[in-house]
Each structure stands twice: as C-alpha cells, then as structure tokens.
C-alpha cells in the first residue's frame, strides 16, 4: 500500500498538501521527465515535443495510473537495486519502434534518478521558502510590535536580566532569514546530474560517434550539431548543456556521481530549516506553559484537542515543528554520512541510503515551513504575563527597565529584514 503520510501528521501526501511534490509519484513523475528531455534533446527536430510528453501523459498522467506503476517499479526495482532500469523497459515498450531508440540513450541510472531527486527537492525548497517568507513576515511584524516592550530573559533556565519581547522575535527572524536564504541559495544552483555509464561521457560518446563526430552514432540516434559553449569541441557537452536547459538546471563543468556536493549542501539548507524553526517552537512552547502563559497559538476548529481530557488546547503547530527539528539533523547526518562514504565511480549501497533520506527531508522541511508560518501568522501575546514574569523573576528590576540596547538590536534585524526584501522584491 502506498505511503499517504499517516505517521507525518502536517506531512501528509493527499491531493492539495503541500508535501505531496515530495511523495513517490512526484519522484516517478520527474524521472520521466528527465527522460523526455533527454528524448527530446537527442532527437532534435526529429520528433516534436507532442510524441514522447504524449507516452508520458499515458503512463503516468492520470493519479492512479501514476500510483500504479509507482507501486509497480517499486517492486521491479529489487532486482537492479533502483527504479529506474524497469522504468526504461517500460518507457521504451511505450514509446513504441520510432522513439524507443531515444529513450535513455547514453545515460545511466544515476544520471536519471540523482537529476530527478533534484528536481523534486528544488519543487521542495520553493515550497519551503514561500512559506518561510510568510513565517518572516510575521516574525518582522511582531518583532517590530514589540521592540521595546521589557520581558524577562533566561539563561540557563534561569532568571537572567530585562530584554525585551521584540528582542526575541528579532531573534526567530533573524534564524527564519538565514535559513531562508541558503535554502533559495542552494537549491537554485543544483545541478544536472551526467556522466553515463562511469562519469566519463562513454555512453555520450557511443551516442554521438566514436571520433566525437556529430552525425549518427553507434545507436543509431542522429545527434544534433554542436553550438559551441562548454567542450565545444566535444558534441557530448552540447547534448548535455541543451539536456540542462529543458529541464532548466545549470550544468557543471564534470559529472559528480561520486562527488556529492550538490546533495550535501541541499540537506544541510534543508535541515537548517527545520533547526531554525525548532528554535521558534522551542520558545513557544516554554511560553504556552501554564504559570508561563505568555503565548498562545492560533486557534482553529479541532486544533489541540486531546482523546482524553476536553479541557486541553494543545500547542500542536508548535509540536509538529519540533518533530520535525528532531528529526531532520539525523536525515541530514545520514546524507552526509553516505557522502563520506562514496567510492570509485558509484557507490555501493552509499548512493542507495541517500533516497530515502532527501525525501524525508524534505518533506520535513515544507511542513516545518508551512507550520510555522500558521502559528507566526496567528500567535497571541499575553503582555500581562509577560510584565508579570519580568517582576516575579526580577523583583527588584522597577518599573521601567532600560531595555534600549535590546530595542537597538531588534532596528538592526528589521533593517537588515527590509533590505532582503527589497533585493528580492
């Protein structure tokens, strides 16, 4: 049965949820994407657009017929150790004698699936930081609404000093910025994945003519021109840059099979995002305990119920984000670990361990996003328990505490907030 997010409330895959470009028809979905702009790339002016977007359409158009054949290559996908060597074998019955061909001609495996899951976490990432702008703007306003209004500081869990309630805001968006701005750094620069069989074009070559010459190659696929660019003087890089810019990924100078930097860095800005909106639910959920009581989250019908006791409104958008900032640092260390571990040409099994990982994080990321920017939008500030808190921690403190050097602090954030809106405007 298919996976539908039961376990990942805020997560889940319906129709509609913004973690659903993260689910396993997303990931089939973009495979075979990848493999009609490749079919298009090598075909030219051969084969009109229509003729292989049309054999996907079929396969995979429609949600059941997707799911289906997800399930299918899923289960195939045992015997070559990834989904997509039964994908070809169906693409290419598909696509019938004049196109099949095309199909996958030059690649590898690797190739395909590292250049879709890219495409996927990138669909991700935007999803995520549209929703971490959201988050900034709340935290700006609040930030700005409270700047200079005294709240007890802790340390250590302890009663430390007056700062003030904007002074902590400032600090949730300056993490919320941070985050932000890696994850759009980083996932606008991933990468195509190329290399063919070892990293070292043979299959392009094989495609394109043993000399390197244009014409047709040892496939039988008629290979465009060159243009000039990268390698001019080798046409493999002309299949590969015009390869890039169907699917609109930017092209690096080697192939990177075993060089994972491209999927290190988009679980790192992945798992910061999660880390800087922990630190936010983390706040919040010291603040919505009783005697504390100086924030409350948005209310909704059924949020916060309990199964047991009626009375309860449990802080669940808060809770949902820390799951997430629990969860992502370890996805990302198994990223990571996988990338340390990579070996020769391909690895084996460190390559494999990476799938599962990136779409956790993933998804984890969008929902973190997506919550955080809901309890931002709506959270509640009690000011009476918040000057209540500042005298009982701090009895002797007075009245009016200077607290000009935190308000100071919260000018400096906003501006550097309005100036990051404004590039980006």
């Known amino acids: 049965m298919p996976d539908v997010g039961l376990l990942t ?9 913004p973690a659903a470009v993260t689910d ?4 089939l979905r973009a495979m075979l994407r990848v493999e009609a702009a490749w079919v298009r790339v090598v075909l030219g002016g051969r084969a009109t657009e229509g003729d292989i977007d049309g054999v996907v359409e079929r396969l995979a158009g429609a949600d059941d017929d997707a799911l289906a054949l997800a399930t299918r290559l899923a289960r195939a996908g045992v015997a070559g150790g990834n989904p997509v060597i039964p994908l070809v074998a169906t693409l290419r019955e598909a696509a019938g004698p004049r196109l099949a061909p095309a199909v996958h001609a030059g690649l590898t495996s690797q190739d395909v699936l590292d250049t879709a899951l890219l495409l996927v976490l990138r669909d991700a990432a935007r999803a995520a930081v549209a929703d971490l702008d959201r988050a900034a703007a709340a935290a700006a306003r609040l930030a700005a609404e409270h700047r200079a209004r005294p709240a007890l500081a802790r ?3 302890q009663a430390a000093v007056p700062t003030t309630l904007g002074a902590r805001f400032a600090g949730w968006l300056q993490g919320v910025l941070a985050a932000r701005a890696f994850l759009a750094a980083v996932s606008d620069a991933l990468p195509l994945a190329y290399g063919g069989a070892a990293g070292e074009l043979s299959g392009l070559t094989e495609l394109v003519g043993p000399s390197g010459a244009t014409g047709t190659g ?3 696929v008629t290979a465009p021109t060159p243009a000039g660019g990268v ?6 890089f002309d299949l590969v840059e015009a390869w890039g810019a169907e699917l609109g990924l930017p092209v ?8 994972r930097t491209p999927v290190v860095r988009i679980a790192s800005a992945l798992a910061e995002t999660c880390t800087a909106l922990g630190k936010v639910a983390n706040d919040v959920l010291q603040a919505v305990r009783p005697g504390v009581g100086e924030l409350r989250e948005p209310a909704a019908p059924g949020r916060g119920t309990s199964s047991a006791m009626a009375h309860k409104r ?9 799951r997430s900032a629990i969860s992502a640092p370890h996805l990302a260390a198994q990223v990571l670990g996988a990338a340390g571990l990579a070996v020769d040409e391909r690895s084996d099994g460190a390559w494999h361990a ?6 956790l994080l993933a998804r984890h990321a969008i929902a973190s996003a997506h919550a955080a920017a809901e309890l931002l939008e709506g959270l509640e500030v009690d000011i009476d328990a918040v000057a209540r808190n500042l005298r009982d921690g701090l009895p002797d403190v007075g009245p009016a505490p200077d607290v000009e050097a935190a308000a100071a602090v919260v000018g400096r954030v906003l501006d550097q907030y309005a100036e990051q809106v404004g590039q980006d405007a």
């Open 9 to 17: 409330p805020g997560a889940d895959l319906g129709p509609g949820s």
């Open 24 to 27: 396993d028809v997303a990931v």
């Open 155 to 157: 340390t250590l869990a």
């Open 218 to 220: 040892r496939s039988g």
């Open 231 to 236: 390698g001019a003087a080798r046409p493999e």
């Open 252 to 259: 690096g100078p080697a192939p990177w099979h075993a060089t």
């Open 314 to 322: 449990n802080p669940v958008l808060s809770v949902l984000v820390r």
């Open 354 to 359: 990476e799938w599962p990982a990136l779409q």
